[in-house]
């Protein structure tokens, strides 16, 4: 199930109800189809809409599993920085308070009642070389799908990185799947 179905799948079911249970189960298809969850290193500023709305999703998502709420994923390596955390529910409500603070800069409706934990601040370090290969990664997929974007992110030498991470000198993380 591609966006554009996903995106009419969901209209459809929200006009008529049952809401919450169903977009949810919506919102695991699409992510179990593309089977690529990712958890942007990167500072949100960089993603284009597509890439906010699905990192948006994709952490909401990563929060239900955290948090017990859904079965499937509960082994995702995009989830591993977050259980390592003493409280992992608080490390991804930071990560989506970043993700909720862009898109309203934006002018975008997230809604951060959806935010299990908000308010608190988790710092995690994620190592120089996996935000460069983030960089390259979202790069490819700018270049293919809002070109218009691409010069922004190679502006910036090194990356700038979500609020929440601090960057320490070291290899791509090992729960990347390059």
């Not at 995009?78 to 309203?104: H, K, M, N, S, Y």
């Not at 790069?139 to 700038?160: C, G, N, S």
């Amino acid at each position: 199930m591609g966006f554009p179905q996903l995106a009419e799948a969901i209209l459809t079911l929200l006009i008529l109800g049952g809401r919450r249970r169903v977009v949810s189960k919506c919102i695991k298809l699409e992510t179990q189809d593309n089977r690529n969850m990712r958890l942007w290193s990167l500072h949100p500023v960089y993603l284009d809409r597509q890439g906010l709305t699905a990192c948006w999703r994709e952490a909401l998502l990563a929060q239900a599993v955290i948090a017990g709420r859904t079965r499937g994923y509960t082994k995702h390596p995009q989830l591993e920085r977050f259980l390592a955390c003493a409280d992992p529910l608080v490390a991804v409500g930071t990560f989506l308070e970043g993700v909720q603070q862009e898109a309203t800069w934006r002018g975008y409706n997230f809604d951060a009642s959806r935010i299990d934990c908000p308010g608190q601040l988790v710092e995690i370090e994620v190592n120089d070389q996996q935000v460069a290969f983030e960089k390259a990664h979202l790069l490819a997929k700018l270049r293919v799908r809002t070109p218009d974007l691409v010069a922004a992110l190679e502006a910036d030498e090194v990356a700038r990185t979500h609020p929440m991470f601090k960057v320490v000198p070291g290899p791509i993380a090992t729960w990347e799947r390059p």
